[in-house]
């Protein structure tokens, strides 16, 4: 089975900053695309950002682009999002995904929520 977890949410003041971490287990994000995805209230889901498989470069949404930053621990298996400079508009809930027939990010953008493999999420919070 399957599972993938993310941790590292909470409730932070604007211009703070969180980093989340997720980890699968029954899956290795070693050959695959992750991305971290965000849901806020009353809002459709949105890709934030986005690891790919091969060169292990990262692209974001152009709303956090400056601020956040995805990256891959091989020898942990984690992927992060180290989010700086938070804003009250990043509050959501975060979701890491991946699927095993997605090595780019491109293929993961166009998947979108019919990825795989999907987190619980860790809710974010950040306070005026």
């Known amino acids: 089975e399957v599972q993938i977890v993310e941790s590292g949410g909470g409730l932070v003041q604007a211009g703070g900053s969180l980093r989340l971490s997720c980890v699968a287990s029954?899956?290795?994000?070693?050959?695959?695309?992750v991305g971290w995805f965000r849901q806020a209230p009353g809002k459709e889901r949105e890709r934030v950002s986005c690891i790919s498989e091969s060169d292990r470069i990262a692209d974001y949404e152009d709303s956090v682009k400056g601020r956040f930053a995805t990256s891959f621990d091989n020898a942990k298996k984690t992927v992060y999002l180290e989010m700086n400079s938070l804003k009250p508009e990043d509050t959501a809930v975060y979701f890491c995904?991946?699927?095993?027939?997605?090595?780019?990010?491109?293929?993961?953008?166009?998947?979108?929520?019919?990825?795989?493999?999907w987190g619980q999420g860790t809710q974010v919070t950040v306070s005026s």
């Open positions: 995904a991946a699927d095993p027939r997605i090595f780019a990010c491109e293929g993961l953008a166009h998947a979108g929520s019919s990825l795989m493999y």
């Open positions: 029954g899956f290795s994000f070693d050959d695959y695309a």
